[in-house]
C-alpha cells in the first residue's frame, strides 16, 4: 500500500512550480497524492508570505492538519515556501515536523526518508537553488519554467526578498533542456518564470540576458506558446519589445505591474521608476505588438498615499487600459520597511478607494473585450467548461478566458474560435470551432 501525499499551495506561480518538484520528489519516494489531508501520510503547506496576516494563516492551518493527528499519528507535516523561510522558529514550536524554505527542496527528500520529526531546512542567499529535483506535473498542455529565483530590488512593501533570496540565475543550457523537455510531454504552452525575469542573467558570466532566453526558448521545436512573468518595469528594454514582437512564439500578453500611479508613492515604494517612463513603455509595447493585452498589479493605501495621489492611480488607469488588473489594499508586512512608515491608510479608506479603482477597472476591460467581439481568435483548449454541458474552455494568445461549444476530444488542439459575447475576462461564444472550420472548408 503506498503512501499518500496531499499539498496545499497558497501563492504565485513560483509556488505553484515548487509545488511540481514537492510532489515530484514525494512520488520519487513512491508516494501518491491524495485529494483530502484525511488520507495524507505526508502533508505539505506551500505558503506564501505576500499576503496579509500569512504567518497566523498558516499557524491556524497548522492546527487543523494537527488535530488530524489524533485519527493519523503517523502524519508528517511540512511547511514549505516563504513562510517556512521567514518564520520557521515558530513553526517549529507549532508541531511542523518538517519545515522547509525555497531554496532547500534539494534537503526535502533526505529529510522524508529519514522523516526526520523537527527538521528545518532554511538558508540565507548564499545557497544556489538545486537543479535537476524530480517533478510531478499537475498540466501536461501548460508548464511553468523558472528562470530566475529570488529578487534584488527590495521594493519597501514587499517580503520576497527576504523570504526567497537575491537573484540567482539559472543556467541557459538548464533551461533549454527543461523547455524541451516539457514540450517533449506535450506542453504547447510555456510559461518562464522570476520574481523579474528582466533582471535573468546579470549575475551569471557572459552576456546571456533575458531576450536571448526568449530567443533560445522560441527555437526550441514543437513549442506553441512562450510567456513570461514577472517584468519589473525599470529593467524592461527596448530589446526586449522587439524580441517579443519578432518571435513568432512570444504571446501578445505583457504582464507589467505598475502599483501605483503617483511618482511620490513609486518612489517611497522603492521601484525605480516614474509614471511617465511606465507610460512610454506601454505605449512602445503596444506599438511594436499588435493586438498586444496587458496586464497590472496595483496596490492602493500605501503608507501616506494622498487622495490626490490615489486619483493619479485612477487617471493613469484610465489612460493605459490594462486588460485586467490585480489590485490590492496595502497591508504590513512584517520586518519591511514600509511596515515603519506612516501615516497608515485607515483601512475602510483603503477599502473605498479599493472598491473605485476595480469598478473603473472592470469597466475598462469589459469595454476592451466588448471591441473584440465578432473577432477570431486562435485558443489551445484546455478543459471542459464545469458550469455548461456541451462546453469547452481555453485561452488565447493574449491570456484570455474563451468558452465555446465542443468536447474532450478537443483538448490539447489549438482551434480558431470567433468571439460571440464579451465578459470580464474573456468570451463566450456558440460557433462551434469545428463547425466553423468545415463551413470555411
Ligand atoms: S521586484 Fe519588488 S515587488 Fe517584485 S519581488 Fe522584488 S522586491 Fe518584491
Not at 485612477?314 to 520586518?335: C, I, V
Request: charged share 25%.
Amino acid at each position: 500500500m503506498p503512501l499518500h501525499y496531499w499539498i496545499e499551495t497558497s501563492g504565485c506561480q513560483m509556488n505553484e512550480r515548487d509545488s511540481e518538484t514537492l510532489a515530484g520528489i514525494c512520488e520519487a519516494l513512491g508516494m501518491r497524492p491524495c485529494a483530502v489531508p484525511e488520507q495524507a501520510d505526508v502533508a505539505i503547506l506551500n505558503t506564501c508570505a505576500v499576503r496579509e496576516k500569512p504567518q497566523q494563516r498558516v499557524v491556524s492551518r497548522l492546527g487543523d492538519l494537527n488535530k488530524l493527528r489524533t485519527d493519523r499519528p503517523g502524519m508528517i507535516l511540512v511547511v514549505a515556501g516563504c513562510v517556512a523561510q521567514i518564520a520557521a522558529e515558530e513553526l517549529a514550536e507549532r508541531h511542523a515536523d518538517i519545515i522547509v524554505g525555497p531554496r532547500c527542496y534539494d534537503e526535502f527528500e533526505q529529510a522524508l526518508r529519514e522523516q526526520l520529526p523537527g527538521g528545518v531546512m532554511v538558508e540565507g542567499d548564499a545557497r544556489p537553488v538545486a537543479e535537476g529535483l524530480p517533478v510531478a506535473r499537475n498540466d501536461t498542455l501548460k508548464a511553468f519554467v523558472n528562470i530566475i529565483y529570488g529578487c534584488n530590488n527590495y521594493c519597501s512593501y514587499c517580503i520576497v526578498p527576504y523570504a526567497r533570496g537575491r537573484e540567482q540565475s539559472r543556467l541557459p543550457e538548464d533551461i533549454v533542456a527543461e523547455i524541451e523537455q516539457v514540450v517533449c510531454a506535450g506542453a504547447r504552452d510555456v510559461t518562464l518564470l522570476g520574481q523579474n525575469v528582466n533582471s535573468y542573467g546579470q549575475d551569471l558570466p557572459g552576456d546571456t540576458d533575458f531576450p536571448a532566453i526568449l530567443r533560445m526558448a522560441d527555437a526550441v521545436e514543437g513549442l506553441d506558446r512562450l510567456r513570461f512573468t514577472t517584468s519589473h518595469p525599470k529593467d524592461m528594454t527596448p530589446d526586449l519589445i522587439q524580441t517579443m514582437a519578432e518571435l513568432p512564439s512570444a504571446c501578445e500578453h505583457l504582464h507589467l505591474p505598475i502599483q501605483a500611479g503617483a511618482d511620490h508613492v513609486l518612489k517611497v515604494m522603492g521601484r525605480g521608476y516614474t509614471y511617465e517612463h511606465f507610460r512610454s513603455l506601454v505605449q512602445a509595447a503596444r506599438e511594436a505588438i499588435p493586438g498586444l493585452a496587458i496586464t497590472t498589479d496595483v496596490m492602493v493605501g500605501f503608507p501616506g498615499e494622498s487622495k490626490a495621489e490615489f486619483d493619479q492611480t485612477l487617471r493613469a488607469f484610465e489612460e493605459l487600459r490594462f486588460d485586467q488588473a490585480f489590485m490590492f489594499k496595502y497591508n504590513d508586512r512584517p520586518g519591511t520597511r514600509a511596515e515603519k512608515m506612516n501615516p497608515k491608510t485607515p483601512n475602510d479608506e483603503k477599502q473605498r478607494r479599493l472598491l473605485a479603482l476595480v469598478a473603473l477597472q472592470n469597466e475598462i476591460a469589459r469595454d476592451i473585450n466588448r471591441d473584440l467581439v465578432g473577432q477570431s481568435f486562435e485558443v489551445l483548449v484546455e478543459e471542459r467548461d464545469h458550469k455548461s454541458a456541451g462546453y469547452m474552455r481555453g485561452r488565447t494568445r493574449t491570456n484570455k478566458r474563451m468558452i465555446f461549444p465542443g468536447d474532450d476530444s478537443m483538448i490539447g488542439e489549438m482551434v480558431t474560435v470567433r468571439a460571440d459575447e464579451a465578459f470580464l475576462w474573456g468570451f463566450t461564444t456558440k460557433h462551434s470551432p469545428r463547425e466553423d472550420a468545415d463551413a470555411e472548408a
